[in-house]
């Protein structure tokens, strides 16, 4: 948190200097400055709010509070809209998973878009598993969604961790 207002006001510092060094007013760049950290702010908190409730806490009832209804979905394996997403966790069962929190690994966030790693624990038959999603965000709801996933191997030849 610290970073992110150390962040925010070296970006204030560079428009007040851009716009001063030509001759501009830096109010208005400030302005818009301070508005585009809170909005990324404010998309940051929804998606990790979201994120932990529905998979971390299992709570399909998140989908309503989080996820627009006309949700798009970039996963070739799913349709879009929230029920599909809502469909696919009832098949798979996740109401009746361990809940957990979320480890969130590494989050970035700019404007409308917020990027999440994380790891999905080993569970039954499945390897752990790292898990990277794109959400954008409109109107306070996920609007639409990126994933890549890539289990753990066993035998990496790479010892390094891969978060």
């Not at 830096?26 to 302005?31: M, V, Y």
Request: hydrophobic share 40%; no cysteine.
């Amino acid at each position: 948190m610290k970073n992110l207002r150390i962040f925010g006001a070296a970006l204030i510092a560079a428009a007040t200097l851009a716009t001063s060094a030509s001759g501009e007013t830096a109010k208005p760049a400030k302005k818009v400055i301070l508005q585009q950290y809170e909005l990324t702010q404010k998309n940051k908190t929804i998606v990790l709010q979201a994120y932990q409730e529905l998979f971390g806490d299992h709570d399909l009832t998140a989908l309503d509070r989080y996820w627009a209804a006309n949700y798009i979905q970039h996963n070739p394996t799913m349709t879009d809209g929230r029920d599909a997403v809502k469909q696919l966790l009832e098949k798979m069962g996740v109401s009746h998973w361990p809940k957990q929190k979320v480890d969130f690994k590494r989050v970035i966030a700019e404007g409308d878009l917020v990027m999440t790693q994380v790891v999905q624990p080993k569970f039954g038959d499945s390897p752990e598993t790292v898990i990277v999603d794109i959400f954008r965000v409109e109107n306070g709801k996920i609007a639409e969604h990126w994933d890549v996933m890539q289990p753990v191997p066993a035998d990496a030849v790479n010892k390094r961790s891969m978060y």
